[in-house]
């Protein structure tokens, strides 16, 4: 049974700092591209950052360039999220999510699992 487990978030002031983790379970970790996705309330889910299988190709989100950074462990089957210098407007649930390729991918029909996500809310 394939698992992605979020863990990591909470409540950060504004220009805080929370890492994400995600690990997978019961699929091969190592051969695909992963991702990060949020979804705020009464919007739509949205692309945050995508990691190719091997961690040398990464792509972020305009909104998040420059402060948040995506790694992976492939020996630990985890997937990480460095968020730094938050936001109130990053307040969301984030969610991570299995691409059924090796290459990176900003959309949401790109990734075949997905994790039950954490929530992350930033205070101002």
């Known amino acids: 049974q394939v698992q992605l487990v979020e863990s990591g978030g909470g409540l950060v002031q504004a220009g805080g700092s929370l890492r994400l983790s995600c690990a997978v379970y019961g699929r091969t970790f190592s051969s695909n591209a992963m991702g990060w996705f949020r979804q705020a309330p009464g919007k739509e889910r949205e692309f945050v950052a995508t990691i190719s299988w091997s961690g040398v190709n990464t792509y972020y989100a305009d909104s998040v360039k420059g402060r948040f950074t995506i790694s992976r462990d492939n020996a630990k089957n985890t997937l990480y999220l460095q968020m730094n210098s938050l936001k109130p407007e990053d307040t969301a649930v984030y969610y991570c999510?299995?691409?059924?390729?090796?290459?990176?991918?900003?959309?949401?029909?790109?990734?075949?699992?997905w994790g039950q996500g954490t929530q992350v809310t930033v205070s101002s």
């Open positions: 999510a299995a691409a059924i390729v090796a290459a990176i991918g900003r959309r949401g029909n790109e990734y075949d699992d």
